[in-house]
Structures are given as structure tokens and as C-alpha cells.
T-cell receptor, first 113, second 114 residues
Framework: DAKTTQPNSMESNEEEPVHLPCNHS???????IHWYRQLPSQGPEYVIH???SNVNNRMASLAIAEDRKSSTLILHRATLRDAAVYYC??????????????FGAGTILRVKS | DTAVSQTPKYLVTQMGNDKSIKCEQN?????MYWYKQDSKKFLKIMFS???????INETVPNRFSPKSPDKAHLNLHINSLELGDSAVYFC?????????????FGPGTRLTVT
């Protein structure tokens, strides 16, 4: 399983942007980059995913390096409700691999008011 | 309406007992999963079913047996419960295709074995 490296924790001020980095130097050409988050006492929640191009949705933006060996999840204005563990996950896009998600330790994001 | 629901939310039982956790999804997805999150908060996949067929079976003791009566349900039965089985178990579902792969997770079932 392709591995990702994330900082253990980060801290942000409310209403400010947050950039959560992820390194995935062993990424293969068929790996999609997925981000999930887990709020306290809840199940993980999908945030965003991409393959090569930067992606935007209502929750966040995903910036992918040109060589795809790193990516950054961007929360444009952090709120207290964004305090969670953020997971960067590589998913093999080849269907017969079962489409499993391999979660690492993630980054604990703390948001200060 | 809850997309992925699990019952029970909490389960406290003694070692040696047999218990089941139920999962239902109303999203029309074709694939369902069971994950285990231990006390150190690591989430690990246990099983995955696609259209009622087992497609992922990670290294899990034989005491754990998933059962999928139909595409909307994936239950987890655990025999002879041990202390180490204490964890939060999450069910998830997704519609599998090559480009889109959101997994929707249930709220979790906290299992405590005493």
C-alpha cells in the first residue's frame, strides 16, 4: 500500500486559511489522492479527492504538486467545526484491487477562537 | 434520513460471548465495508463486500464473520469475544467506479469487552 506522511498536528486561528500538507513520494500513476476527516466521536467524512489537477469543492481545495509527490488540503476559512483529524490517503484506481482505503495517523487540526 | 446507520451504538459484553453489529445503507451503493478503530485511533479495514460478494478480507481472526443478506446490509458477527476486540467499529458504503470513490461512514459502534 502506498504510504503518505503528514504532520502529527497543526493549529490554526478561526477564520484564517489552513494548509494541510501531505507527502506521497511513492505514489503510482493510478493512485488517486483522497482526503477524509474525522470529527470527534464521529465516523470519517469524505472531504475531497483528485488525480493530477487541483480540485475545489464546497468544503475545501486540493492542490497537487506537478510531480504528484505531495499535495495540500486547503481550508479557506477555518471554523471551530473544522477541528478534526485529517487523513491523506492514496487509493489505487485499479478496480480489482478492491478500492480499500488505508488510513494513516493523520493530522490533528486544532482551531483556536 | 441517515445514509449509513449502525446498531447498536454502544455494546458492552463479557469475554466469550457472541455478538452482532448491524449496518444498513440507504444510498443505493453496491459496496460496503467494515473498519475497526482501536484505542490508538488507527482505522483499519476488515472486510469489503461488493454486490454481496466478499472482495476484501484483511487479516482478521476467524471469529469475525461478515454477512451480507442484500446490497443494503452488511452485518458483523463476532464469536468468542476477547478483550482485544474492544474498539469502535465503523461501517461504510460506496459506489465503486474508476474516478469517484466517496466512502460514507456510519456513526460507529463502540464495543467494550469486559
Amino acid at each position: 500500500d502506498a504510504k503518505t506522511t503528514q504532520p502529527n498536528s497543526m493549529e490554526s486561528n478561526e477564520e484564517e486559511p489552513v494548509h494541510l500538507p501531505c507527502n506521497h513520494s511513492t505514489i503510482s500513476g493510478t493512485d488517486y489522492i483522497h482526503w477524509y476527516r474525522q470529527l470527534p466521536s464521529q465516523g470519517p467524512e469524505y472531504v475531497i479527492h483528485g488525480l493530477t489537477s487541483n480540485v475545489n469543492n464546497r468544503m475545501a481545495s486540493l492542490a497537487i504538486a506537478e510531480d504528484r509527490k505531495s499535495s495540500t488540503l486547503i481550508l479557506h476559512r477555518a471554523t471551530l467545526r473544522d477541528a478534526a483529524v485529517y487523513y491523506c490517503i492514496l487509493r489505487d484506481g485499479v478496480l480489482n484491487h478492491g478500492n480499500k482505503l488505508v488510513f494513516g495517523a493523520g493530522t490533528i487540526l486544532r482551531v483556536k477562537s | 434520513d441517515t445514509a449509513v446507520s449502525q446498531t447498536p451504538k454502544y455494546l458492552v459484553t463479557q469475554m466469550g460471548n457472541d455478538k452482532s453489529i448491524k449496518c444498513e445503507q440507504n444510498l443505493g451503493h453496491d459496496t460496503m465495508y467494515w473498519y475497526k478503530q482501536d484505542s490508538k485511533k488507527f482505522l483499519k479495514i476488515m472486510f469489503s463486500y461488493n454486490n454481496k460478494e466478499l472482495i476484501i478480507n484483511e487479516t482478521v481472526p476467524n471469529r469475525f464473520s461478515p454477512k451480507s443478506p442484500d446490497k443494503a446490509h452488511l452485518n458483523l458477527h463476532i464469536n468468542s469475544l476477547e478483550l482485544g476486540d474492544s474498539a469502535v467499529y465503523f461501517c461504510a458504503s460506496s459506489q465503486v467506479d474508476r474516478s469517484s470513490y466517496e466512502q460514507y461512514f456510519g456513526p460507529g459502534t463502540r464495543l467494550t469487552v469486559t
